[in-house]
């Protein structure tokens, strides 16, 4: 079993599509009319505006692991992206440093950026 797909219910596909194609930086795979599908690595965002919207309310939060943690935060900052919680260290191994940051899409939906840092 593998995860293929993680699904956000939006309340605008376009103001949506917008937001992780230009502030995110996510590769737009294709669009329609209720549904826009990113390519993220082996797997799949898929933003879905359904008929009828009804805020939902999550504590789920989708992680986006990167090479270049800080850079990667950076351009996204410089790009418009709104993030909630500044770059910090959450863990380490010894050897190395996880840092994140998170911010909130256009629906209140949690994502975070995170990548390991040597020697820090």
């Known amino acids: 079993m593998r995860l293929s797909n993680?699904?956000?219910?939006?309340?605008?596909?376009?103001?949506?599509?917008?937001?992780?194609?230009?502030?995110?930086?996510?590769?737009?795979?294709?669009?329609?009319?209720?549904?826009a599908f990113f390519a993220?690595?082996?797997?799949?965002?898929?933003?879905?505006?359904?008929?009828?919207?009804?805020?939902?309310?999550?504590?789920?939060?989708?992680?986006?692991?990167?090479?270049?943690?800080?850079s990667v935060i950076s351009e996204m900052r410089e790009r418009g992206v709104p993030f909630d919680v500044e770059p910090r260290a959450v863990t380490s191994d010894g050897e190395r440093t996880l840092f994140a940051a998170h911010f909130r899409d256009p629906?209140?939906?949690?994502?975070?950026?995170?990548g390991w840092v040597v020697g820090v």
């Open 6 to 35: 993680v699904i956000l219910r939006v309340a605008d596909l376009g103001e949506s599509v917008a937001f992780w194609r230009d502030l995110v930086g996510l590769d737009l795979s294709w669009s329609g009319d209720e549904f």
């Open 40 to 70: 993220v690595g082996e797997n799949q965002l898929t933003l879905n505006q359904p008929l009828v919207f009804e805020d939902q309310a999550s504590e789920t939060e989708i992680v986006f692991e990167v090479e270049d943690v800080h």
């Open 107 to 114: 629906d209140g939906h949690v994502a975070s950026v995170t």
